[in-house]
């Protein structure tokens, strides 16, 4: 989705901490979300955040919303090589009959 | 742990033939989403249901694809006829009424049109 937007790809070592980040331009969002996608599978809903929080941590996931800058990241510790996904970033506007708008999501190896 | 069903996982049909996707959402889920993933890309939202009526369908390409939820509850999306660039993962989703923000996705039906 032309809204949203992330990089397409990044590269961690085994153990280390994920950040993949994602922008938005609209600033009516009300929730924000992060899904994962195995090949070949459907998605699974990770974690979202309400557009009026700064952060939510979940286990291993922590997710920062910056407002200022429509900036949403997520943050994966000790990343495992089963955490080795595509990543998407989805919003759902105000008014908008809750339709999730994707981001074309972020290709993560993790590497042993 | 309830699930989406979606069938068939995959579907291989030549262009201008017919093709029907099938989905069950998890039970007493009301509300059901379409969407259409091209390879690369995120999914975009082809149709919503809101137990057998259809609450937006304006991204669908009404002279090939319908959509129906007669009894509220299962679902089938079909193509007639398929063209190449119909060729995508068809994703089905369901929520809760009034929980319209935890959206929880099948495992997808791939559709490759040749």
């Known amino acids: 989705g032309e809204d949203v937007e992330q990089s397409l790809f990044l590269s961690v070592r085994e153990g280390d901490s994920s950040v993949i980040n994602c922008t938005y331009t609209?600033?009516?969002?009300?929730?924000l979300y992060w899904y994962k996608q195995e090949p070949g599978a459907g998605l699974q809903l990770l974690t979202y955040i309400f557009s009026n929080m700064d952060m939510k941590q979940d286990q291993r996931l922590t997710v920062l919303l910056n407002k200022k800058d429509k900036h949403l990241s997520l943050r994966i510790a000790d990343t495992q090589t089963g955490d080795s996904a595509i990543y998407f970033c989805a919003e759902i506007l105000s008014g908008s009959a809750r339709q999730l708008t994707f981001g074309s999501g972020t290709q993560l190896t993790v590497l042993p | 742990e309830a699930e989406v069903a979606q069938s068939p996982r995959y579907k291989i049909t030549e262009k201008s033939q017919a093709v029907a996707f099938w989905c069950d959402p998890i039970s007493g889920h009301a509300t059901l989403y379409w969407y259409r993933q091209i390879l690369g890309q995120g999914p975009e939202l082809l149709v919503q249901?809101?137990?057998?009526?259809?609450?937006?369908d304006s991204q669908l390409p009404k002279d090939r694809f319908s959509a129906e939820r007669l009894k509220g509850v299962d679902s089938t999306l079909k193509i007639q006829p398929a063209e190449l660039g119909d060729s995508a993962m068809y994703l089905c989703?369901?929520?809760?009424?009034?929980?319209?923000?935890?959206?929880?996705f099948g495992p997808g039906t791939r559709l490759t049109v040749t």
């Open positions: 249901f809101q137990d057998e009526s259809v609450v937006d």
């Open positions: 609209d600033s009516s969002s009300t929730y």
């Open positions: 989703a369901s929520s809760l009424q009034g929980q319209t923000y935890e959206q929880y």
